[in-house]
């Protein structure tokens, strides 16, 4: 059954009476099979953190990735967002007539499908996260550095920030040079394939299946991920797997053994020197700092 009230934590506002509102998606908030009817009127932000975000825009499913943005106009089209497990998504929302009287003096500027959007036909436009969208604004919208009256300021201010990087085509002569846009590219990347390996954890690692869905060959992607992070993808992947399962250990509703095979290891003997090698201890000993 599709919802008209919001689901998840709201972060600022009520997306039913407020000018601007913002709503975070996450694991723990979303619930298998749960869909809710985004209010109409409205220019809304989904932004996909660590996992990709699932939404109809009326009979058309999509689905979009981390490491993009989707802006999405609800004023025709009846646009129904879905949260299930690994969900992890923030959404933004203005009324449209607001952003329209905020954008109008920068009209100009703003990037061809953006404008489209806000003045013209278009339903939807997707564009590119940079980097510090995920790094830092999402995470500072999250866990705002103000509280009380401030709140409203900081968030419309947030707000603006996320326009600016997201909605406007670059000066003449302020565009990347080569090896700044590849730098860039690469970042993408390697958060998509975060985002994947987060949600498959369970599943034999595959390189190359891995590879061709953020874009690229499995040589690069390996050389990529290691030059980004300082560390291999398998290795990462063996980290994340053994920081899940002790999460699971911790709740006291797994046993080594579950554990084990709830983060893809099929193998006790092969999880537990993982384990021991990330965590220092044997999991049978581990104890949550």
């Known amino acids: 059954m599709i919802k008209s009230t919001p689901f998840g934590s709201p972060l600022f506002g009520d997306w039913n009476s407020s000018v601007l509102w913002a709503l975070q998606l996450s694991t723990e908030e979303g619930r298998a099979g749960s869909q809710t009817l985004l209010p109409p009127g409205q220019v809304i932000m989904l932004i996909p953190v660590s996992a990709p975000l699932r ?10 990735e981390p490491g993009s943005v989707v802006i999405v106009d609800t004023r025709e089209a009846k646009v129904v967002c879905e949260a299930g497990p690994g ?11 607001s952003l329209t009287s905020l954008l109008e003096p920068f009209r100009p500027g703003l990037a061809s499908g953006v404008r489209e959007l806000v003045y013209g036909p278009a339903t939807r436009a997707e564009v590119e996260a940079r980097p510090e969208i995920l790094g830092q604004v999402v995470p500072a919208l999250r866990q705002p550095p103000v509280s009380g009256a401030a709140r409203a300021f900081w968030y419309e201010s947030q707000f603006k920030a996320l326009l600016s990087l997201l909605c406007f085509v670059p000066a003449r002569g ?23 390996l987060e949600a498959r954890l369970d599943e034999a690692f595959d390189l190359n299946r891995l590879a061709a869905e953020v874009g690229c060959s499995a040589s690069y992607l390996s050389r990529t991920f290691s030059a980004t992070t300082g560390m291999t993808i398998t290795q990462y992947l063996r980290k994340r797997r053994v920081e899940k399962a002790a999460e699971l250990l911790v709740t006291g509703r797994y046993n080594v053994s579950e554990a084990a095979v709830e983060v893809g290891y099929q193998s006790l ?3 537990s020197k993982a384990f021991q090698q990330v965590k220092g201890c044997l999991p049978s000993k581990y104890e949550a700092a």
């Open 55 to 64: 939404w109809r825009e009326g009979e058309t499913q999509r689905r979009t």
């Open 269 to 271: 003997s092969h999880f």
């Open 174 to 196: 302020e565009g990347e040079f080569f090896c700044s846009r590849q730098k860039r590219l690469a970042r993408v990347r390697v958060t998509r394939t975060k985002a994947r």
């Open 87 to 97: 969900t992890d998504a923030v959404l933004l929302g203005m009324r449209h007539s």
